[in-house]
């Protein structure tokens, strides 16, 4: 759905380039999302881990609800 959306918001010259920054947009955050665990890991925190991390994936979908439920698909 999302690959869907990005090909219907960038132009075709654009779809390299637009794809690939949003997909960079996601990849850094599951990084930083790993150091940050690891260290509540080593701390011995491993529930509110796996809290954290459900509570923050959530964001995703909402977060593309709020930016894009007004977008008008062209035709």
């Known amino acids: 759905m999302r690959q869907s959306l990005a090909m219907d918001v ?3 010259k654009e779809r390299a380039s637009g794809t690939s920054i949003t ?5 850094i955050p599951y990084g930083l999302g790993s150091l940050i665990s ?10 509110l881990s796996i809290f954290l ?4 994936s959530l964001f995703d979908p ?4 709020i930016f894009f439920r007004n ?5």
Request: hydrophobic share 45%; proline share 0%.
């Open 62 to 65: 909402l977060l593309y609800y």
């Open 38 to 47: 690891g260290a509540l890991f080593s701390a011995g925190l491993f529930a």
């Open 10 to 12: 960038f132009s075709d």
């Open 53 to 56: 991390g459900g509570v923050i």
């Open 23 to 27: 997909g960079l947009a996601r990849r």
């Open 71 to 75: 977008y008008e698909k062209r035709e």
